[in-house]
């Protein structure tokens, strides 16, 4: 983090940058390299401002035209108790007959912002606000499907099996991976037809589960950390309790605490 502000910086300053840019830095090996950089706001820019308290287009504007900048502070230095998550909302069901494939194009229509004490909490209500998503109840089945040669699919069915579920997978391969040194039994999944040669296994399967309603992961990393929430969350859920998470803005932010911070954003 120290080395992204560092480039952000020289960034900045060689380009005589005032107002906001959004810029893309990926790691390459132990380097981090700059691939994109917008003189734009991007619409992470309202979001850091709800999570650190600040109103960055207040000191923006300032900043443009030379007026009562504030004093520099390192925000990211403050010490916070929670976290807050920014969740992509998708339109897979306006477009029919699409395959939901997550490529590298930006294919997110909008997000969901949520905070909560921890990850888990918040990446649980950012979800759980996300348009057409449902819930899969206990005693439901799951369909697993993807890559058997890292260990995210077991990881999953090993943070949901206490919780209930039928599990079934999507081909012979899934099913062996699965059950292989694992308590739980695994159904195999009718064979998904496919009506055309462009279509696979999985893109139907993609395309059903959005046209059904069904809840869709396809980032490994974030569909073992959904499970996570599930197994977490599921077993304390109780009717007319309103979760921990439900806070206004203001108590997550402590905006009111702030001498000089009256107005919200």
Request: aromatic content about 10%.
């Amino acid at each position: 983090m120290s080395r992204v502000k560092e480039i952000a910086e020289k960034v900045a300053k060689a380009w005589k940058i005032t107002g906001p840019f959004n810029m893309q830095i990926i790691k390459a090996g132990e380097d981090l390299k700059v691939i994109e950089c917008n003189l734009r706001a991007s619409r992470s820019f309202p979001f850091s401002s709800k999570v650190l308290g600040t109103n960055f287009i207040d000191v923006a504007t300032r900043a443009l035209v030379g007026r009562d900048v504030p004093e520099p502070v390192d925000l990211m230095a403050v010490k916070r108790d929670f976290v807050a998550t920014k969740v992509p909302q998708f339109s897979w069901t306006r477009l029919a007959g699409a395959d939901p494939y997550l490529g590298v194009e930006m294919s997110s229509t909008g997000e969901m912002a949520c905070f909560g004490k921890d990850l888990i909490e918040a990446y649980w209500a950012s979800m759980q606000s996300t348009m057409n998503f449902r819930l899969p109840q206990p005693g439901e089945g799951l369909l697993f499907g993807g890559d058997t040669e890292t260990p995210d699919l077991a990881s999953i069915g090993k943070s949901l099996q206490p919780l209930g579920y039928k599990y079934y997978a999507a081909n012979s391969e899934i099913k062996n991976h699965l059950e292989k040194g694992s308590p739980w039994r695994v159904g195999r999944a009718d064979r998904v037809p496919e009506t055309g040669q462009a279509e696979t296994e999985g893109s139907v399967m993609r395309r059903n589960a959005t046209d059904f309603g069904i809840a869709l992961f396809m980032e490994p990393r974030t569909a073992v950390l959904f499970a996570q929430c599930m197994a977490e969350k599921i077993p304390q859920k109780k009717e007319g309790v309103i979760p921990s998470e439900v806070k206004r803005w203001s108590e997550w932010a402590g905006w009111a605490d702030r001498p000089g911070s009256e107005r919200p954003l």
